[in-house]
């Protein structure tokens, strides 16, 4: 009994890892909304089974997909409680701890995949990954989805087609006034929310990567497909830091070497399962795919302008005018 209160209560505490077994091993909750067939959902399934490897089953990661135990409201308060101890949230959701990781949502700011790994590799990506830690957050790694485009009940082929829509946003007051740039309205919904809320038309449209809109079956309740790329999801991989320092160091170590590996299978699997789930939409014939000429395209820089006026100082100049350059 008193083993157990000095070690029981309030999340683990430092402990030899000869205390853990295979029939009694230390239990690591890794929770996220996307499905288990996701880049997200295979990478966490990679990391637990590496993590089993590596500490002889001494570890047990259990992954716990598609918000079944934490969705976006609450899986960040429960990992600075200690109920969880990995999430991977897109990087906009942590905008209530540091609104610089709206850099994602700039509109048509990164050129391409390789500025996107550039900036998240480099410095400034590294300093947002380590800005959370005085929030008992500490940032492990980007995992990344793909560039959004926007999808509708209604068709979407040229500016004026937004005004007037209602779009689901993940978090936000870049993402509500890029829609407003649009002539659109915004309302935040939870991902796990979010197919309900297109289909029962409480939203019009959303916007996601191809791979979210394919596992989610947004195809299902969105006729319209507009081929934009005009923002990111990218995922920061977030664990309590206070309990990952007391962690035993030998299970540190594995946990480290783990996130390393599954870090690099995530990325490289993200970029086929994107292609993946394009194709898919593409030839299911559910949706209507348009596609944007340089000159339409340009049109909707130009309409999303002023957001960067009003958020040049939230985000931060240096990091926008460091992540145009990549
Ligand atoms: C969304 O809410 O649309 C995404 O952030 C979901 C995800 O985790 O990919």
Redesign the pocket.
């Known amino acids: 009994v008193l083993m157990l209160t000095a070690a029981g209560c309030g999340g683990p505490k430092s402990q030899d890892a000869a205390a853990y077994t295979p029939e009694k091993p230390l239990i690591i909750k890794f929770s996220?909304?996307?499905t288990p067939d996701?880049p997200?959902g295979k990478a966490s399934q990679k990391f637990a089974e590496l993590m089993a490897e590596k500490t002889g089953g001494k570890v047990k990661v259990e992954v716990y997909p598609s918000s079944q135990l934490y969705g976006?409201k609450d899986e960040l308060e429960a990992l600075q409680a200690g109920n969880v101890h990995i999430i991977?949230?897109?990087a906009?959701?942590l905008v209530g701890f540091n609104p610089a990781f709206q850099i994602v949502d700039m509109p048509f700011l990164f050129k391409n995949h390789e500025s996107v790994l550039k900036f998240w590799d480099g410095e400034l990506g590294k300093k947002l990954m380590t800005s959370l830690e005085d929030k008992n957050l500490l940032g492990l790694a980007m995992w990344e989805?793909g560039f959004k485009v926007f999808t509708a009940s209604k068709p979407l082929e040229k500016p004026e087609d937004f005004h007037g829509l209602k779009f689901r946003t993940?978090a936000g007051k870049v993402l509500e006034a890029q829609f407003k740039a649009l002539g659109s309205g915004a309302a935040t919904i939870?991902?796990g929310e979010?197919y309900t809320a297109l289909q029962q038309g409480t939203v019009d449209g959303?916007e996601?990567?191809w791979n979210?809109i394919d596992t989610q079956k947004y195809e299902e309740v969105q006729k319209h497909l507009l081929v934009s790329n005009h923002g990111r999801?990218d995922?920061i991989v977030l664990t309590n830091k206070k309990w990952y320092s007391e962690l035993p160091e030998e299970f540190r170590k594995a946990f480290d070497e783990s996130m390393a590996e599954a870090t690099a299978y995530e990325r490289e699997l993200a970029v086929e399962l994107d292609k993946q789930s394009e194709n898919n939409l593409r030839s299911s014939g559910k949706m209507k795919v348009v596609e944007l000429s340089d000159a339409e395209r340009e049109a909707f820089v130009k309409l999303m302008e002023p957001v960067y006026s009003e958020f040049a100082e939230t985000v931060g100049k240096e990091i926008i005018d460091g992540a145009r350059q990549l």
Do not use: L
Request: no cysteine; hydrophobic share 20%; net charge positive.
């Open positions: 996220h909304v996307t996701s997200k976006d991977a949230p897109s906009t959701k989805n993940q939870p991902f979010t959303q996601n990567t979210n999801i995922y």
